[in-house]
């Protein structure tokens, strides 16, 4: 049986991952031992479940203790699940739930870059990318369009953050990611690296990915682009397609460092997508099998 307590208490302790603490907060809570992050709705939450993420705690608004969330609750005995309804949840987390439920979870170890690039064909590189809406939806186009894995910059938003999950409907962790290490931090724990690493470029994390039997693709605009349906482009067994950040794009280092600099074709004076749109097409055209 679910161990069911109703929330009298605003400021109780046990409540503030859900309330009070911040996702960088979250992210270094039971360090040096990994943190937590918080999974919305309950497609997410199954998939985290399935991953095999440890839940520590839920908030669930009550009317769904024996509706959408019941079959969560049976996967997840013996830990506190937390309920009110969903007006006190709203003013509790300062948002109203996608679907009423929160889970508070475990991060699970990261994979290693060679454990994401072993046995795949098509990888997706991102270098700072910072809203987590933007990576959630790459994560979704990713999973959606045949890309094996994704590897990214510290300086990316985390896709275990509460949006960035929820964005992807979950999909962060269906499809294998990691973090590129910098050179300057090898051996260095990731999680408590990520809020402080200065990454700039991924310049010096092309070669280990070229090594590995990757060609790279920059999608950045250029004159020497190729465009996206170049026939030798395609034909490549191992590609890597490196996306770079809102607004400024690929770091001219990296771009320099590219297999290929690659041009989505554009129409009516449209100069650029934004990258969560740039990555669906480039997935579908570069991703088919």
Same mark, same amino acid.
């Given at each position: 049986m679910p161990n069911i307590i109703e929330i009298t208490d605003f400021h109780a302790k046990e409540l503030d991952i859900y309330a009070r603490l911040s996702e960088?907060?979250?992210?270094?809570?039971?360090?040096?031992?990994?943190? *937590?992050?918080?999974?919305?709705s309950p497609k997410v939450i199954e998939r985290a479940l399935d991953l095999?993420?440890?839940p520590i705690s839920? *908030?669930?608004e009550r009317k769904h203790i024996d509706g959408q969330g019941k079959d969560i609750l049976a996967r997840c005995k013996d830990i506190p699940v937390?309920?009110?309804?969903?007006?006190?949840?709203?003013? *509790? &987390?300062?948002f109203q739930l996608t679907r009423g439920m929160l889970c508070a979870m475990r991060r699970p170890k990261l994979p &290693?870059?060679?454990?994401?690039?072993?046995?795949?064909?098509?990888?997706?590189?991102?270098?700072?990318v910072m809203n987590p809406t933007n990576v959630g939806a790459i994560f979704r186009s990713a999973a959606a369009l045949n890309i094996d894995g994704v590897l990214l910059t510290p300086s990316c938003s985390n896709p275990f953050y509460r949006r960035a999950s929820r964005v992807s409907m979950g999909t962060?962790?269906?499809?294998?990611? &990691?973090? *590129?290490?910098?050179?300057?931090?090898?051996?260095?724990?990731?999680?408590?690296l990520l809020e402080e690493t200065d990454s700039r470029s991924l310049s010096a994390n092309l070669r280990p990915l070229q090594e590995l039997g990757f060609k790279t693709a920059?999608?950045?605009?250029?004159?020497?682009s190729v465009s996206i349906d170049d026939p030798a482009l395609m034909a490549e067994e191992k590609l890597a397609i490196v996306l770079g950040t809102e607004g400024d794009g690929l770091a001219s280092c990296t771009i320099s460092d590219c297999d290929y600099t690659v041009r989505i074709p554009m129409s009516h004076g449209v100069d650029s997508l934004n990258v969560a749109a740039a990555s669906a097409v480039a997935f579908w055209q570069l991703g088919n099998r």
């Open positions: 960088v907060q979250l992210l270094h809570y039971y360090e040096p031992h990994g943190g *937590l992050f918080i999974a919305e095999g993420c440890e839920i *908030l669930i937390f309920t009110a309804e969903l007006e006190v949840l709203t003013q *509790l &987390t300062g &290693t870059v060679e454990e994401v690039c072993a046995n795949a064909r098509r990888i997706a590189v991102l270098e700072n962060v962790f269906q499809i294998p990611w &990691t973090y *590129l290490e910098p050179a300057s931090t090898s051996g260095v724990n990731r999680e408590s920059a999608m950045a605009l250029r004159d020497d």
